[in-house]
């Protein structure tokens, strides 16, 4: 399992004061029988069957119907940080709407051949990241599908790892990229792409390029404090030159793309993809 900037390594055993075997990660994780409790295997929805199809449908739901959300996770669940494992209980658990909330959240690939991933429907577990770009910690959310139906297994809090290979971090860059407006000017290629839907035939792309002003016009809201991710099994790897940083709307059609490229040791935004419907 990759995680972005990070390292997902196996977490250590509690203290036996804690009371609580992180062993147990492991069979949430692992798709066994047993994985689940069974009370939660049996569940009456309202929603259509087809909710669990692909997990942006089933998402979607988990974080705007608290009803839904309860339903949903494996309780008792495990948080899992510093080496500790806490259990929340049905009753404890806050309904969490997660990045809902947001103006727009983000998902990360490497390349755009991976970008598929999103729509593919044999996935059988999703992890779900926010990454805390001030003190890069990251909270990370491991869904997993157990008799055709999507489940919150488990949480576990993380450290992002820097990774300093042939120039700066894209983390690190990626920061003060959002916060910084001299900054993000500089990291600006010239010319910059710009792809957006042919204004008189919205079956075609249209393609040209931008400047500085028509950027900071158009640019998506990039948000300075929390950077999320949905890995559905693509990699995301410290090494690769290209990264691509999808930004969409919760369910109101909105969709820009940033690309990319480390050139000469530092990044650099190549490309900007307006494609909202």
Known sequence: MLCLFGSCSQQKNSKEQEGEDLSIEEN????TEDSFPDSLLIVTDTLPATVDNSFDDFFYNFVTDSVFQLKRVSFPIY???KQKANKITAQQWKYLPLFSVMPAYNIIFDRAEDMWVEKDT??????VEEIYLQNKQMKQYTFQK??????????QMLTTKDYEEEGEDF???YVQFARDSVFQRQR?????AFVTPDPEDEFK??????DEGQWFAFRPPIATDVLTNILYGQTNNSS????IVEFRGFGNGFNNILHFEKMKGIWKLVRFEDLSD
């Not at 044999?122 to 992890?127: D, G, H, L, N, R």
């Not at 690769?240 to 990264?243: A, E, G, L, N």
């Open 28 to 31: 949430l994780l692992s798709g």
């Open 171 to 173: 983390l690190d860059f």
């Open 146 to 155: 157990k008799n055709g139906l999507w489940l919150l297994a488990s949480i």
């Open 122 to 127: 044999s996935q059988e577990k999703v992890q």
């Open 240 to 243: 690769s030159r290209t990264k």
């Open 205 to 210: 792309i249209f393609e040209t390029v931008l």
């Open 188 to 192: 600006l290629y010239n010319p910059l």
């Open 79 to 81: 948080f899992f940080e």
